[in-house]
Nanobody
Framework: QVQLVESGGGLVQAGGSLRLSCAAS????????MGWYRQAPGKQRELVAV???????SYVDSVKGRFTISRDNAKNTVYLQMNSLKPADTAVYYC??????????WGQGTQVTVSS
């Protein structure tokens, strides 16, 4: 059974930084690209960052230059370093395989709140 557990969210002022972690069970990491998704209140969930099995990365335009996704396959963990945070980054952040998330992989997410 695959489980994804996100952590590291919190309340931060605009311009601040947070580092999110996602620990996975099972063999998910060895077989898939991984992504960080976010869902703001009243909005659809969006994919913001992807890291391939080989380590190549891609980002949605709104976070380019500010967010960095990385992975540690030995620890089955994917990270999202978020710098220069903006109020618009406020959302619940989730990890899942990418670019097509698996419905039954969603975890509880971690709340990120950026105050102005």
């Amino acid at each position: 059974q695959v489980q994804l557990v996100e952590s590291g969210g919190g309340l931060v002022q605009a311009g601040g930084s947070l580092r999110l972690s996602c620990a996975a069970s099972g063999s998910i990491f060895s077989k898939n690209a991984m992504g960080w998704y976010r869902q703001a209140p009243g909005k659809q969930r969006e994919l913001v960052a992807v890291i391939a099995r080989g380590g190549s990365t891609s980002y949605v335009d709104s976070v380019k230059g500010r967010f960095t996704i990385s992975r540690d396959n030995a620890k089955n963990t994917v990270y999202l370093q978020m710098n220069s945070l903006k109020p618009a980054d406020t959302a619940v952040y989730y990890c899942n395989i990418a670019p097509m998330a698996q419905l039954n992989y969603w975890g509880q997410g971690t709340q990120v709140t950026v105050s102005s």
